[in-house]
């Protein structure tokens, strides 16, 4: 057990899905494991370990925001011995062609996250994808006609933006879309040597005002998820 993580060394997979939401964490358990048991319920932040297609594999909710993620990806990697965090998440679209219910892979995470900044002292550090598990993704997807799209996403800090024009001068650099982890997900994988990607599903978009039902969410989750168990 550790501080924030209820469970057994060797009670979690080498690979973990990591939604922010637990619920969901819960419901792909629920949905694609066989014989899954529940390992976490601290802070009602689910987490399951079971078999997909006979790999052994984990899922967890990670809370949201860059803090959140961190400390659950510090404990899963130093005390329960995770290699592969994969981040399943929801993102607002940044750009016109990047449309609701794409998939997105993030290659590289920008962030107005205050972590980095004073890890680093004020210098730029950027948060990178694993490159093995990014390309078992893009095959992952193009085996299963899944199509995606591939760039930098910006982790905020804040989901609710005084200006809501704000989005714009990343938008104009080429971002594709805003979620708030993958910027620290990427960064504590980084430092400790193990694999980290984030996949994300665009639930709604900061250019056209569109957003997803949950109804549509559930299903269109679907896509990404499944492109993430490949990766077990
Ligand atoms: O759908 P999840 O994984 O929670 O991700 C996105 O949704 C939350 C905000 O609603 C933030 O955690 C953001 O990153
Ligand atoms: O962090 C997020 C997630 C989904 N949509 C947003 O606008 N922001």
């Known amino acids: 057990m550790s501080v924030h993580i209820g469970a057994k060394k060797g009670d979690i997979a080498e690979t973990i899905l990591l939604p922010g939401?637990?619920?969901?964490?819960?419901?792909?358990?629920?949905?694609?494991?066989?014989n899954p048991f529940c390992f976490n319920e601290i802070r009602g932040m689910y987490g399951y370990t079971g078999t997909y297609n006979g790999k052994r594999v984990s899922v967890m909710g990670t809370g949201m925001g860059v803090p959140s993620i961190s400390i659950y990806a510090n404990e899963l990697i130093t005390e329960y011995g995770v290699k592969n965090l994969i981040r399943v998440g929801s993102a607002g679209s940044y750009q016109a062609d990047v449309k609701i219910r794409d998939v997105v892979l993030a290659m590289s995470a920008?962030?107005?996250s205050g972590v980095n900044e004073l890890r680093f002292g004020g210098a730029d550090y950027a948060p990178t994808a694993n490159f093995g598990l990014f390309i078992k993704a893009v095959e992952a997807a193009r085996s299963k006609n899944i199509p995606i799209k591939a760039g930098n996403v910006l982790s905020s800090d804040e989901f609710y933006?005084?200006?809501?024009e704000s989005f714009k001068k990343w938008s104009k650099f080429g971002v594709l879309c805003v979620e708030m982890e993958a910027a620290g997900l990427y960064t504590i994988a980084a430092k400790h040597?193990?694999?980290?990607l984030a996949i994300l599903t665009i639930s709604d978009?900061?250019?056209?005002?569109e957003s997803t039902t949950s109804?549509?969410?559930?299903?269109?989750?679907?896509?990404?998820?499944?492109?993430?168990?490949?990766?077990a």
């Open 110 to 112: 920008s962030s107005t």
């Open 161 to 164: 933006e005084d200006d809501k």
């Open 205 to 209: 978009s900061l250019v056209s005002g």
């Open 21 to 34: 939401d637990p619920l969901r964490a819960k419901w792909i358990a629920e949905t694609y494991f066989d």
């Open 215 to 231: 109804k549509e969410r559930e299903t269109t989750f679907k896509h990404m998820i499944e492109v993430a168990l490949e990766l």
């Open 193 to 196: 040597r193990v694999n980290a």
